[in-house]
């Protein structure tokens, strides 16, 4: 009987899920922890906490990589980057392949249509697929900036800190070689338009970017991925502009550049924060307001089954477009002449609950741990979360406490709260429904 | 064609609402204004903050009202409180009906069955009913506080003290005549107790009080009335034993108190975030666990149609519920053997999202206009969109304009998301539905 359950659990795609990233977390603590990994020795929680930092693409480190790791634990390091990264990838969408099967004999909550792999060599198939995607796309952008770093590091150092650095930010890693991250390339737009480029891209989803290259014409394309390429693009133009206009005075940040470098160091600040995680000026010495507007970003996150984590862009929108659907006294919300399922809506609802409800209450267990205060803590938090890596600079003053609890942070916000949960509950095998009744909200 | 527009938005019941609101605060403003309202001459924009925030039964003040205020400025702030609360009581369920009857026809968003009236004539009535519960209730609170409060000031004060703070708690406005609001009160369990309790039933609402005494057995109660008793007693406990937990130790609260008098003093400071806004301790000392918690319980609120502001506790409920249902693969939220319509949880997600969207932009807004910390800031507007009127004592430090944008949030969140959204948008006349399309979330 026993057994029995034991060996139901252990199939269970969301276990799997959690399961691999906790075995890479773990062997990636192991391998950080060996002598020859660090410089100067770490502690376990210390290396728990960076490996579950690179695991999860998120970027936040206790100490500074580029010098506390020997090549040995770089090496380590962009392994985990790069595994973690696929892997989601992979992962998220056999999950939904396989979770969309059974689901959607029940009540269609997740899609099925938009996959034609449904078995289990679809998903090798799918494997394979990505991985000659990521192979391609970040062999092309290791050696555009091998070029453009030969004149400054000579071959071999250009070579490897683009290798490193393309991993990162295709995975949305946001780990950096250099001490500052980028605050050293705000007036090289080249060095800028390559990585953001490629975090966007990673961070877009596997679907999305199959849907483009698949079909041409954008009246053909999925709603899923009209959504995702308008809203990326409308989304991230207009986060480029509050923020040039919010830090625009800020001489602790952009204040002091060329108009120029302004633009393009906006440009950046915002589109890292969903959820790639370099950062070009220091957020310590950010406004209050764009701080606010950045944790917003940061809580949106990206695609859904990519790199990037947050609730995601299409949740987001899918609440807005609900929301504004109930006002208009609408059954379903729609956009691009195609409806929305409420399911979906539901969905939405359910993710941005459970989303809203980990942020809350790991800020409030930090408040209780930390002696720090609580713009930076709440900040940490949503960086967590959507596994973005900006930080006000607090990440090396967290107690062990406080290091093992973003770590949890991290670790739920890669596998999101739909693998989360479809580990803690099962479901209820009859689906019968009581009489209503009315309750009267807001 | 102009004058046929006009006429019709003129009729609608939520400009009615917002309408009489306006011209409460107006009134109100000049009242204020008036050289012999007050001891010292104040602006017109304070006069505005004052007079919005007694209106909307919120408690915030730029000054201390009981220095500050004549005999007749004092008089004139308990008129505005007693015809807010009421307004809002009888405005609250009379939309309902209205709102109810119409959208009923098309999706049955809106509640209808749990009332019988509809009419005018049925408004009418159910005001009348409404006036004779207010008048009732309040009569024997005051009673019984002139009572306990004689030894201490004699016949005539006690009376005004009690008739002043009973009207004030029962409409959940929070204002009282003391400088320190109830501080001076941690040891006095009567005066804690008479006014939780008036405050607490205020801000049930009138159909759960109805419900309630019409039907004596529990199980007979709607859904609604059960919800909002189980949640409000479980809400309540569950906040208290937090609150005396944070605060046990903090010296600057409840630390240096005797047991007895830290369990009424946590008990109160757990009832009063939704939505009274009386306090016996100084927030601006409190921990920011506790802050943090005290913001998530303001921003819940009390019942629909009461006293009370904020999401609702039932909105709360059902977000929850619906979370929970979905990650069983339910199709509907269900509780004590009734299930609740999707529409209910849909209507749920647009309420929460607009009030998450307010206290977010106001928020901004005011990290821009405002030269104070983050944390004040967040506090006070989660505070004025409750209603609720806590403060960690900046708001006599606010900019005009930064009074201007409280007004504002104090004003939102006293007509709730759905009466602000239903002015703003018109419904769509035809109710098609294009073909599905699979989004892909979270
Ligand atoms: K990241
Ligand atoms: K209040």
């Not at 999305?208 to 989304?235: A, C, E, N, P, Y």
């Not at 803590?377 to 973003?406: C, H, K, P, R």
Request: hydrophobic letters at 50%.
């Amino acid at each position: 009987m026993l057994k029995h359950k034991k060996r139901k659990l252990l199939v269970s795609p969301p276990l799997i899920i959690a399961g691999s990233f906790l075995c890479l977390i773990a062997l990636g603590t192991i391998l950080l922890k060996l002598p020859f990994a660090t410089t100067t020795s770490v502690s376990w929680v210390d290396a728990l906490f960076v490996a579950t930092s690179a695991t999860t693409v998120t970027g936040l480190s206790v100490f500074d990589p580029g010098t506390t790791l020997t090549l040995f634990g770089e090496l380590v390091l962009l392994f985990l980057i790069q595994c973690g990264g696929i892997g989601t990838m992979t992962f998220a969408v056999a999950i939904l392949l396989l979770l969309g099967k059974k689901v959607g004999l029940q009540n269609r909550i997740y899609l099925q249509e938009s996959f034609n792999q449904q078995s289990i060599g679809g998903i090798v198939k799918l494997t394979k697929l990505i991985l000659i995607f990521v192979l391609t796309v970040e062999s092309v952008a290791i050696s555009l900036l091998t070029l453009h770093w030969i004149p400054t590091y000579g071959f071999s150092d250009a070579f490897y800190y683009s290798l490193f650095h393309v991993v990162s930010a295709f995975n949305n890693a946001g780990f950096s070689l250099f001490a500052d991250n980028l605050m050293g390339f705000t007036s090289d737009p080249i060095v800028n338009l390559i990585l953001s480029s490629l975090f966007i891209i990673g961070g877009l989803g596997f679907v999305v970017v199959v849907d483009i290259f698949q079909k041409k014409s954008f009246r053909t394309w999925s709603l899923h991925t009209k959504m995702m390429v308008i809203g990326t693009i409308g989304l991230n133009v207009f986060a480029a502009i509050t923020l040039f206009l919010l830090e625009f005075n800020n001489d602790s940040t952009i204040g002091k550049m060329s108009l120029w470098d302004k633009i393009f160091t906006s440009y950046f600040t915002a589109v890292t924060p969903r959820t790639a995680g370099f950062n070009m000026i220091d957020y310590g010495q950010m406004e209050d307001p764009s701080l606010l507007f950045t944790m917003f970003l940061m809580f949106i996150g990206g695609g859904s089954a990519s790199t990037a984590s947050g609730i995601k862009l299409t949740t987001f929108m899918v609440t807005l477009l609900a929301t504004f659907a109930f006002f208009r006294f609408q059954e379903e919300p729609s956009l691009f002449g195609r409806s929305i399922r409420k399911e979906t809506v539901i969905r939405s609802l359910a993710i941005s609950t459970v989303s809203l409800a980990i942020v809350f209450l790991f800020t409030f267990a930090l408040t209780i741990s930390e002696k720090l205060p609580l713009l930076p803590l709440v900040f940490e938090v949503f960086s967590a979360f959507g596994t973005v890596g900006l930080t006000m600079g607090i990440t090396n003053q967290l107690s062990n406490i406080g290091e093992v609890l973003i770590s949890i942070v991290m670790f739920l916000g890669r596998i999101g709260p739909l693998t989360l949960f479809f580990i803690l509950t099962k479901p209820k095998k009859v689906n019968y429904r009581y009489p209503y009744d009315q309750v009267i909200t807001g």
